[in-house]
């Protein structure tokens, strides 16, 4: 299954990007620490080419600390870029991005050049719940689910600090797979878009290899965490579901309500802290999709022209 979600409103918001940045300095770029490669939009990357970035990678209390380190050292290699990881919800860190920022434009600030920043990110990365924190009060919606921001917003942060918040805007078309998966797992993708019980499954299959003892520790399913991660993703799917009662008649398993509970106890963080990919998984999982997207795009192009070849007989 191919996930992809991009409805009316993040046209606009494309459109909103391209105009806004002509007068930016810094673009905050804000991922998901639970998924630091997939939650980076390709199309902001396009748009905002020529600016210094700032990626925050938000949600670290949940993630796995080690491979947000990973992460970090990742991004603070690339070019005109630093990265910082966060909770959005606590004041201290959240503060940083002021300093951070200036640090990418130090001849921005005071009353005649004022810092002038955008911040982008996916849907439900946490964008709101950060903008909330910096003004100390309900300055944004929240809400956990995908497109809760719909128009952009101008904040001061100082009295020469301006912040322009964007809605959540994915791209055209996913060509990783796994980041498909990864989107809907995290809850940045639109509920029409994706099947709950095969994203479950994706998920499992990342989680019984390298959070073993998470699961364990969440459904006791009575066995070893080799034995757990050596189990096809559908029977750890059922045997969650008959430890957690999620069951149809019969006593057969219920797989939709046992899907609906692995997504919700990972975006809950009730898991622990997980990530569900690390710098060289991911760089390994684009290249493949690349190559993928590229070949089906040669084979479009040779029907087309095939089609539209004059018949000489």
Known sequence: MSIQWFPGHMHLTRKAITERVKDI?????????RL???SANPLLAELTAAKPTLKVVNKQDMADPERT??????YNAQPNTRAIALDASVTAPARAII???HELAPN???????MRVLICGIPNVGKSTLINTFMGKRAAKTGDEAGITRTEQRIALADDFYLFDTPGMLWPRIVVPESG????????????AYDDQEVALELLSKLKLSYAPQLEARYKLGLSHDAIAALPDEEVMEAIGR??????????VNWQKSAELVIADFRSGILGRIT????EQFTQWLHAGQKADADRQGRKKARTTKARKPDRR
């Open 25 to 33: 300095d810094v673009v905050i770029e804000m991922l998901d620490a």
């Open 36 to 38: 630091p490669g997939s």
């Open 69 to 74: 380190t990973l992460w970090l050292a990742h």
């Open 99 to 101: 300093a951070a920022c």
């Open 108 to 114: 921005r600030g005071g009353m005649v050049k004022p």
């Open 181 to 192: 998966y990864n989107l809907a797992a995290s809850g940045a993708v639109g509920r029409n």
């Open 243 to 252: 430890k957690r009662g999620a069951l149809a008649g019969g006593g057969a």
């Open 276 to 279: 569900l990919e690390t710098p």
